[in-house]
């Protein structure tokens, strides 16, 4: 299971570097394809955006956490982690086409990074699973203090694509732990003492 998580986010990874040599070799003008808010071309950014980025230290910022949490979210299965992944990336996007600034482009995987991790964070709480909440714990400790980016503070930062992506992630985290929460249910009521009639 391991294996295949690193092998796909790796591969991504590995992806976004290529379209940003490409981005280099176009002189830039793969990175106008982002999401650009409230604009009817611009949304087909919400495709695009995660796969591009503003320059090589925009990509090297992202790098690390993409691999770390990518690969967290993927070792659960990866086709579950690759339907949150679906999850964060149309939610940030689109809340992003909706709240972001006039005649502006957003792009980043940043907006995967938020979302994956508040995927982690609160994943193991809907599904009541002890190791899915270590995780969460551990997740906070090292990467807690990234959530500051949901918030306005630096000038071309995208905090409108951070938290939205963040909210994908809790969505993403609450709809595939349905299952869970089902068989939760069960037990609960395969537990209640039965009515019994006496005769």
Excluded: C
Excluded at 65 to 85: D, I, K, M, N, Q
Excluded at 132 to 152: M, N, S
Excluded at 163 to 180: I, K, M, Q, Y
Aim: charged content about 10%.
């Amino acid at each position: 299971m391991w294996q295949q998580a690193a092998t796909v986010v790796g591969a991504f990874t590995m992806a976004l570097y290529v379209i940003e040599v490409l981005d280099v070799l176009s002189g830039d003008r793969l990175e106008r394809a982002g999401v650009e808010p409230r604009s009817f071309d611009g949304l087909w950014g919400i495709l695009f955006a995660p796969i591009l980025h503003d320059d090589w230290n925009h990509l090297f910022s992202n790098t690390i956490p993409l691999l770390v949490l990518g690969f967290l979210v993927l070792l659960s299965g990866v086709a579950r982690g690759l339907a949150a992944t679906g999850i964060v990336w149309v939610v940030g996007g689109f809340g992003t086409w909706l709240t972001g600034g006039a005649n502006s482009i957003h792009i980043g995987a940043s907006v995967l990074v938020f979302g994956w991790l508040a995927y982690l964070l609160v994943r193991g709480f809907f599904t009541r699973n002890f190791g899915q909440i270590l995780i969460g714990v551990v997740v906070f400790f090292v990467y807690g203090g990234l959530l500051w980016g949901v918030f306005p503070s630096q000038p071309y930062v995208s905090w409108q694509g951070h938290l939205f992506g963040a909210a994908g992630g809790v969505l993403a985290a609450w709809t595939l732990s349905s299952d869970a929460r089902k068989q939760r249910q069960r037990s609960r009521i395969e537990k209640q003492p039965g009515t019994q009639f006496g005769l």
